[in-house]
């Protein structure tokens, strides 16, 4: 049934969803959805958790575990990843893919007009940029997280090859991205790179073993595939359309996509919310600090969602 290889007790093991959707793309690709917490009280504000690279739904398991007690929480894997089918071919591979899922995704787990907290890591992150300015999308965005993410030159500012900047350093990044060597199994070696590659010096080894657990259930073909959409992405310039409330989160010592890349959002975003900045943070920040993500988007239901019901609520009175 799954390509899963989870943590299985404790803060980092995927909790149980209480109902499962499939929303089907526009293309066909059908994605694999959960919906979390209390699903039958429209009372409930909703949040939509968008994972990144070779991650699932359980990558946002604190996340779930916390915010399922009073918030309808809704997560999807990506094509290809978790329990979402692998595309069809190079052509199921692109931006405008990951736009169509997430509308599918929207319109299959709200109702129609039903507005949510859009949450993004790494490559949901710029799922979420790239859709902006989709009407699908503006339809039901009340305001958005993005979390360790980047919109251009990924290749050239990720500092995951320990050399200076310069071609050679691109070159062998763009060639991590493209590459669908194995990655074998969780060993403590694993582990190790792993934490290199994307993780703060300081993290924990739990958070360790669950995200090396995570990452390595990713098919490499579809790493590879993603991968390849990673190294040519450039949708800096859909940020103007980024209309919603927008909160930017990074981590200081995030080697894939730098604080740089973060900043360069913040300064482009119509309608900025805050940029928080972790110290000893990596790539990971809803594993890694997992109280804080959580946390900010309890802040932006607050200010952005519950707010607006109220307000609705007053005007139809």
Known sequence: MSRLMH????PYAPPAAARELVAVSADGSRLHVEVHGPVDDPAAPAVVLVHGWTCSTAFWAA???ELARDHRVIAYDQRGHGRSPVPAGPTGYSVAALVDDLEAVLATALEPGEQAVLVGHSMGGMTLMAAAGRPKAEEHAAAVLLCSTGTERLAEVSTVMPLRAGRLRTRLTRGLLH???????VTPVAKAVLRYATMGPGSARDKIDA???IVHACPRGVRQGWGRVLASLAIHANLARLTAPTAVIAGATDRMTPPEAARAIVAALPHCEGYTELPGIGHMTPVEAPDLVTAQIRQ???AHLVVASHAEVKEGA
């Open 7 to 10: 943590v299985m007790s404790g």
């Open 63 to 65: 996340q779930i575990r």
């Open 179 to 185: 590459s669908k060597a194995p990655l074998g199994p």
């Open 211 to 213: 995200c090396t657990r």
């Open 300 to 302: 932006l239901v607050a």
